[in-house]
């Protein structure tokens, strides 16, 4: 258990760092500083499912037995499922962009895990639909108190 925890670890890095990098670049700066404009909802969503499709692709293999440390997870049989990092992308859109944004990066993202397989796809497809929505209403109480 220590193993699959220190090599989600080492993705959500890699993830993090990818994030960084696109950070860096000012005209992907202006989009995550998503003020509801209609224009730059498309980027802002295209930028967040990136990133949750990314943590999908970067995560573990499970199984009961254990898990499979590869490079990137592609397909997903019955018996497995996958340990990821997805929730990060869902989340920071709801966050930034409110409900409306939230629920559209999530349905991207879960409609994409669900199409992978496993024995819990429908529910990998449904909790980032949640995700989202939860995040972008908290996104206005989290504004209040700071």
Not at 117 to 127: N, S, T
Request: proline content about 2%.
């Amino acid at each position: 258990m220590l193993y699959l925890f220190l090599d989600q670890i080492e993705r959500m890095g890699f993830l993090i760092a990818t994030a960084f990098l696109v950070s860096r670049q000012q005209r992907l700066r202006h989009f995550m500083q998503f003020r509801e404009e209609r224009r730059n909802l498309g980027w802002f969503v295209i930028l967040f499912s990136f990133f949750a499709i990314l943590g999908t692709y970067s995560g573990v293999r499970v199984t009961g037995l254990g898990y499979m440390a590869e490079p990137w997870t592609q397909h997903v049989s019955r018996e497995e499922a996958i340990a990821n990092s997805r929730t990060i992308g869902v989340v920071i859109a709801g966050l930034l962009g409110g409900w409306k944004a939230g629920l559209v990066v999530g349905t991207i993202a879960g409609i994409h895990r669900y199409s992978m397989g496993g024995f819990v796809a429908l529910p990998c497809m449904i909790a980032p639909i949640l995700q989202g929505v939860i995040a972008g209403f908290l996104k206005n109480s989290v504004r209040k108190h700071y």
